[in-house]
């Protein structure tokens, strides 16, 4: 085990208002920097629980296991915290924050992210003197992921996500990922509610920013997101464990066959309702 990995180990999570109703019930997985890992997994089996336990939402709370991230035991660390370590999140429903320029968010989060983990008294990251991204080199930074990602150089003067299109929310989680460049980003659904030339821009703004010193954990209900950005590995998650996991061809597999026989594979026959077949058939219209 390296420092850089992200290293969890029986995590099991319930939702801090249902303390006793657990989502996941055991997770282990480790993903090392350079990997990309994908999740797949029926509607509601807990991916995005998982992503927020990871990210240290307030509305999850673990129950017992641990997570392991550059040498930290990250559990106890606020999600901010986290985030100056590097970790990101992509959110599958990103919202909105009316009255917050896309710029100034950019600007503060990128900030923020140089200030470190415990921040040095001498550094100010909100004046660009004292360590904060001069405006220039922040404007230059902007332009040039958002000419990656094709997005509309506009967006940067509106407010975060307020009346942006599905997709236009989806394209601004990619760019924050772009500009704070983090060493483990984790895409909750980032595929899903994108037009197919949106995901493949996406996807080849993702695949510019992977790294040796990056990990990734992509959560999709569809193969055709890997058909670009190529996992080295695939898991399944159902009914809040990981079921199977494999290469690249466990995806094709789900798309072919639906969660179905795996499941029963695993035994859990019955206890995962059909809406898991669902993502195969729309992949398959
Ligand atoms: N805060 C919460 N309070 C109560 N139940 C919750 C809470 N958060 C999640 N759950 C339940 O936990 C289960 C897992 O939810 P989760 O959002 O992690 O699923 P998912 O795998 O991301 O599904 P999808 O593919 O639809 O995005 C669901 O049954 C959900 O209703
Ligand atoms: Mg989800």
């Known amino acids: 085990m390296s420092d850089q990995d992200l290293v969890i180990r ?12 657990e989502i996941l019930k055991g997770i282990d997985l480790t993903v090392s920097k350079g990997e990309v890992h994908a999740i797949m997994g029926p509607n509601g089996s807990g991916k995005t629980t998982l992503a927020y336990a990871l990210m ?17 035991n990250i559990l106890k660390m606020s999600a901010d915290k986290r985030a100056r ?4 999140l992509a959110f599958q429903y990103p919202m909105a924050i009316p009255g917050l ?8 989060a990128i900030n923020a992210r140089r ?5 040095d008294p001498n550094i100010d990251p909100t004046d660009s003197i004292r360590g904060g991204i001069p405006m220039g ?11 990656l990602l094709k997005m509309d150089e506009s967006i940067a003067s509106r407010y975060v996500n307020e009346g942006f299109s599905g997709g236009e929310k989806k394209r601004l989680e990619m760019l924050q990922m772009a500009v704070l460049q983090p060493e483990m980003a984790i895409l909750d659904e980032t595929d899903s509610g994108l037009d197919i030339d949106a995901l493949r821009i996406v996807a080849e703004g993702v695949n510019a920013m ?22 080295d590995r695939v ?13 690249k061809d466990l995806a094709l597999r789900l798309e072919d066959e639906g969660y179905a026989p795996i499941l029963a594979e695993a035994g859990l026959e019955g206890e995962v309702t059909d809406e898991a077949a669902e993502p195969a058939l729309e992949a398959a219209r």
Not at 115 to 119: C, E, F
Not at 213 to 226: A, D, E, K, S
């Open 10 to 21: 029986d995590l099991h999570v319930a939702p801090t208002a249902k303390p006793d109703h």
């Open 56 to 72: 240290g939402h307030p509305a999850y709370t673990v129950k017992s296991g641990e997570v392991l991230w550059q040498g930290h």
């Open 85 to 88: 370590l590097g970790m990101f």
């Open 101 to 108: 320029s896309v710029a100034s968010f950019l600007r503060s």
């Open 115 to 119: 200030s470190g983990l415990t921040p």
């Open 137 to 147: 080199e922040f404007r230059k930074l902007v332009r040039e992921k958002m000419a």
């Open 210 to 231: 992977l790294n040796p010193n990056m990990g990734v954990l992509v959560i999709t209900h569809y193969q055709r997101l890997l058909n670009y950005i190529t996992p």
């Open 235 to 247: 898991h399944v998650l159902a009914a809040g464990r990981i079921v199977a996991s494999g290469g």
